[in-house]
């Protein structure tokens, strides 16, 4: 009897553990999700500028793996921060030719809370942040 238990209880265990392992290996990744979902029409599934968009656009996006390779080795999280948030002109983009996505991301949160306190510049700095985080991982060594 004590056996049964302690065999039930072994694959219980094991049963749990893969569980557990499954769903690491599932993990969400935030940040390129957001660059998916936004990044990557234009700056190309790899960042590096070619993405499916490219033919439409009035200058070609930059390729987004050499970033901090072009700043003597440091990623300009500000400078990222500035033009993706919209506070800042992306240089070659002249008018503003990219998104304002701090004003795409607010607008989803008003959608996504309606009536639920939230404050939105968390909201909006998190994705940001995020999609920073992505853009760091993807940068050419």
Not at 74 to 93: F, K
Request: charged share 25%; aromatic share 8%; proline share 6%.
């Amino acid at each position: 009897m004590k056996s049964k238990s302690l065999a039930s209880m072994a694959v219980t265990l094991a049963l749990a553990v893969s569980c557990g392992t499954a769903l690491a290996q599932q993990k969400s990744d935030p940040g390129k999700r957001e660059y998916d979902a936004n990044c990557a029409s234009c700056h190309g599934i790899k960042g590096k500028g070619d993405g499916p968009n490219k033919p439409y656009l009035t200058t070609s996006p930059p390729d987004l793996t050499v970033l901090a390779r072009n700043n003597r080795g440091v990623l300009p999280v500000d400078r990222l921060y500035q033009v993706i948030e919209g506070s800042r002109e992306a240089p070659g983009h002249g008018s503003r030719d990219m998104p304002v996505w701090g004003l795409d991301y607010r607008m989803k949160a008003a959608e996504y809370y309606g009536d639920v306190a939230y404050d939105p510049d968390v909201f909006v700095r998190g994705k940001i942040l995020a999609l920073i985080d992505y853009l760091n991982r993807i940068q050419v060594k």
